[in-house]
Each structure stands twice: as structure tokens, then as C-alpha cells.
């Protein structure tokens, strides 16, 4: 059995092809284009033909319609490339596969089964969405796929499993960034098991990791008055107790004051180690062996938003045959990286060339501007000399005035002046 379906090589027939096998929504007016290109760098101009998308800031809604197929007791693969040559600052590089639908009225909010691909928005958010349908609610993945290496500029193939003995694997690259079970990385089905609701920690469980030593007592001669009376002090002569009440000398600091006593810390000698909580069987824990069976899969879309758009999507591949789609990683991301890498660092060789030119450009106007500033400065300066000679018999005009007077004569504005 194998109902692996492959439009990549749709892609590769020309601009009308992929027109006619794929469905732009008209849900709203106002989608995005997808446009059909290699880009800017390839490692095949004809073969690494994509959808791309082709204007910032927008929704990009786009789909087509494949053979109608379940994965009951068989695996699912999903794989497809994606290369954000624009060096993506936030937006979806996922695919959906939407509930059988009426394409030209998908959005956002179209019910899917899953949903599987990079998702970028800012530095450290980046992540592999797998968001799997389950009884009437969208799960997301716990785990963390390893997506360091990935966020960059070049084609990264994205491949997910799904088996029937219920585990999965994500791939990027034709290698494993996440892989467990499916009822252990989703929130499918309650908890396997519970803390047991009757077990309580006794009363005299010991958790005190130190304790103070019991056994430690406070020196006899431990000053711990901070204050004491001044010894120095005496009873002013005419006090009168009846009036004033019986007379307390005034306060001085305690020269041997050692500070609040404390006993010494010690390893706790009962220490009985963190109380667990027992575990039960959770009573509303069932199994569920048919969790992530779609049974009519008909419909992968594309439903992304881009803030800076230029994401090209290619690869598409959907089959049972998890050999046979990393064969076909192989064979179409595998064997044209190198080449796309090589065509990327010389594309962006040129590119910095091109700015260094411009620089270089910039750099030969501004001194030509200095230049003339500079030749506007020494004919100022000279005017300044004249009118500091001619003013300089005056003793008593101040520098200001000098000031003052040069600026009425050249009319030259006071931030003008400051730079001078
Ligand atoms: C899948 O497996 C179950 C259990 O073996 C069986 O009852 C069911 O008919 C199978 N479904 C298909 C589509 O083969
Ligand atoms: C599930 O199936 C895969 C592939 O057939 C196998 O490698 C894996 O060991 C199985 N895992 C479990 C938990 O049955
Ligand atoms: C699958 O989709 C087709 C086409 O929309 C529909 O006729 C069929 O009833 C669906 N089957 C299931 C099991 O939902």
C-alpha cells in the first residue's frame, strides 16, 4: 500500500501547472501572493522551483486537494522543505491538513488535523510546530524539538512520523531532533497516573536538611546588649524622684557586644529525604489505540502569516513509507545543498561587494562635501581675521561682541556657526 503522493514534481512543470493543482483561498481579499521561483540561490535553478511568498506583511492562505487517505493502522509521513532566504524575522513556515473543505474558503481558523513546521517570531522563539487534533481540541507538542542550527537562510527538509503503535519521530534534515510517544509528549488523554488523594505525609516526616545543634549552648560571658548604661553618668543633683520620676542615665553603645548569639548548624541527624507522594492509577486515564488516526486526510495547505515574506516551500511529500521519504529527502534537499550553500556565499559575496562599492561611493561624496566646507571655513576664518583686525584697536569689545558683529556681517545661522 503506498498513497505517497509527490508535488514536487507538480512544481516542477511550469508557472500554469502549479495555477491549476493549487487553490488560492478568497476568504479574504486581502492574502498574499505565492509566486513560483528558486529564489536568489539555488543548487538547481529549474529543479528548486517553490512557492514562495512574495509580499511582506501579510496572510498567505493556499492549499490543494490530494487522494483522500487515512493512516489507520498505518504510518503517516508529512515532509516538505522550506528555505527563508529573506532571513525570516517572523512568520509560519508550517503546512496544514485541513478537514476535507471547500479551498477556496480556508482561513486561519479552518479546522485541520495537524499542523507541522518551523515557527519564527524573534530571537529564542523559535520552534517546530507539531499541533495534533484530538477529539474536538488542538494539542501542541510539550517537547522541544533542537532548532539551533536551523534558523538561517538555507533549504531545511521537515519531516514528521506518526506511527501506529503510537509513537512519532520529527525530523529536520533527514535527522531526529524529537522522537517518544504520543500520549507522553501531547496532552491526549489524562495522566496514566495521580498522586494517590488518600496518602499524606506523616506528621513527623523529617524534611529539615540542617538543623540547629541542640547540643551548642550560649556562652556564660556572651555580651548580647547592644546598649548598656553609662557608667560614667551621675544622677544630676537636684533630681527629685517624687517629680521626675526615678532617673535613668543615658545609653552608650556596649564595647563587648558580640551580637545575637546563635547555635551552630548541623547536618540534620533524622534527616528522612524528601516526601513522595505516592502514585495511583488515574481512574479516568483510558487508552485510546486510534489517537492521531485521521481517516480522510485530503487537503495540505498553506496557512502562514509572514511579516518578511520570501519563505519558498517545495518537497511536498505525504506517504506511509518512512524509507521512501527519506530516500526522497535525499534526493531532493540531500543532493543540491552543497550547491545551493556554494550559490548562497557567493550571492552574498556580491551582495557585500556591491555594498562595500556603495560605501565606497558614499565615502568619495562626503569628502567632496568636506572639501568644500573646508574651503568655506578658510574663507570665513579669513573674514573673521578682518574683522577681529579691523575691530582690535577697540580694546574694550569683547569677544562676543566680535562674535556678534561677524554674524550680522555673514548672516550665518548660530548651529551653522557651532560647527565652524
Ligand atoms: C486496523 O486494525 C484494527 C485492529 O487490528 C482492525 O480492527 C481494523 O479493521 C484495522 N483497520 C484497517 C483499515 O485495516
Ligand atoms: C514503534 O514502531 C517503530 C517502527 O516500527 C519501532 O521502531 C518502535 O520500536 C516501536 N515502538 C514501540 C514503543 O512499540
Ligand atoms: C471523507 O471525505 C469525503 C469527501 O469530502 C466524504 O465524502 C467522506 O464521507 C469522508 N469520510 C469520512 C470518514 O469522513
Known amino acids: 500500500l503506498c498513497w505517497c503522493f509527490l508535488t514536487s514534481l507538480v512544481l516542477q512543470f511550469s508557472l500554469y501547472g502549479w495555477k491549476s493543482r493549487w487553490v488560492e483561498s478568497k476568504h479574504s481579499p486581502d492574502y498574499g501572493k505565492f509566486q513560483l521561483t528558486a529564489g536568489k540561490f539555488y543548487g538547481d535553478k529549474e529543479k528548486d522551483k ?6 511582506d506583511a501579510k496572510f498567505y492562505t493556499l492549499s490543494t486537494r490530494v487522494k483522500s487517505l487515512s493512516n489507520e493502522n498505518e504510518t503517516l509521513v508529512v515532509q516538505f522543505s522550506v528555505k527563508h532566504e529573506q532571513g525570516i524575522d517572523c512568520g509560519g513556515g508550517y503546512v496544514k491538513f485541513p478537514d476535507t473543505l471547500n479551498q477556496e474558503d480556508m482561513h486561519s481558523e479552518s479546522k485541520y488535523y495537524i499542523m507541522f513546521g518551523p515557527d ?8 517546530v510546530q507539531v499541533i495534533l487534533h484530538y477529539k474536538g481540541k488542538y ?4 517537547k522541544r524539538s533542537r532548532t539551533r542550527d536551523v534558523i538561517n537562510k538555507d533549504t531545511h527538509l521537515y519531516t514528521l512520523i506518526i506511527r501506529p503503535n503510537a509513537t512519532y519521530e520529527v525530523k529536520i534534515d533527514n535527522k531526529q531532533v524529537a522522537a517518544g510517544g504520543l ?4 496532552d491526549f488523554l489524562p495522566p496514566r497516573k495521580i498522586k494517590d488523594p488518600y496518602a499524606q505525609k506523616p506528621r513527623k516526616w523529617d524534611e529539615r536538611l ?4 541542640p547540643e551548642d549552648k550560649k556562652p556564660e560571658d556572651w555580651e548580647d546588649f547592644e546598649y548598656i548604661p553609662d557608667p560614667g553618668a ?7 524622684e517624687a517629680m521626675d520620676g526615678e532617673w535613668e542615665g543615658p545609653l552608650i553603645l556596649n564595647p563587648k557586644y558580640k551580637g545575637q548569639w546563635k547555635p551552630r548548624i548541623i547536618d540534620n541527624p533524622n534527616y528522612q529525604g524528601e516526601w513522595i507522594h505516592p502514585e495511583i492509577d488515574n481512574p479516568k486515564y483510558k487508552p485510546d489505540p486510534t489517537i492521531c488516526h485521521y481517516y480522510n486526510i485530503s487537503v495540505l495547505g498553506l496557512d502562514l502569516w509572514q511579516v518578511k515574506s520570501g519563505s519558498i516551500f517545495d518537497n511536498f511529500l505525504l506517504t506511509n513509507d518512512e524509507q521512501f521519504a527519506e530516500e526522497v529527502g535525499d534526493e531532493t534537499w540531500g543532493i543540491r545543498k552543497d550547491a545551493e550553500k556554494k550559490k548562497k556565499d557567493s550571492s552574498e559575496a556580491m551582495t557585500e561587494a556591491a555594498k562595500a562599492n556603495e560605501e565606497t561611493k558614499k565615502y568619495t561624496r562626503i569628502r567632496a562635501q568636506q572639501d568644500e566646507v573646508l574651503v568655506e571655513t578658510e574663507d570665513i576664518q579669513k573674514q573673521w581675521r578682518e574683522l577681529v583686525e579691523e575691530l582690535g584697536n577697540d580694546r574694550h569689545m569683547k569677544e562676543d561682541d566680535v562674535e556678534r558683529a561677524f554674524l550680522d556681517k555673514n548672516e550665518v545661522r548660530v548651529d551653522q556657526k557651532d560647527e565652524l
Open 139 to 142: 494539542h501542541e507538542v510539550n
Open 210 to 213: 540542617q538543623i540547629e545543634d
Open 183 to 186: 500520549e507522553d509528549d501531547w
Open 120 to 127: 519564527i517570531c524573534g530571537f529564542g522563539n523559535n520552534k
Open 234 to 240: 551621675k544622677k544630676p543633683e537636684d533630681w527629685n
Open 50 to 55: 517553490g512557492l514562495q511568498t512574495s509580499e
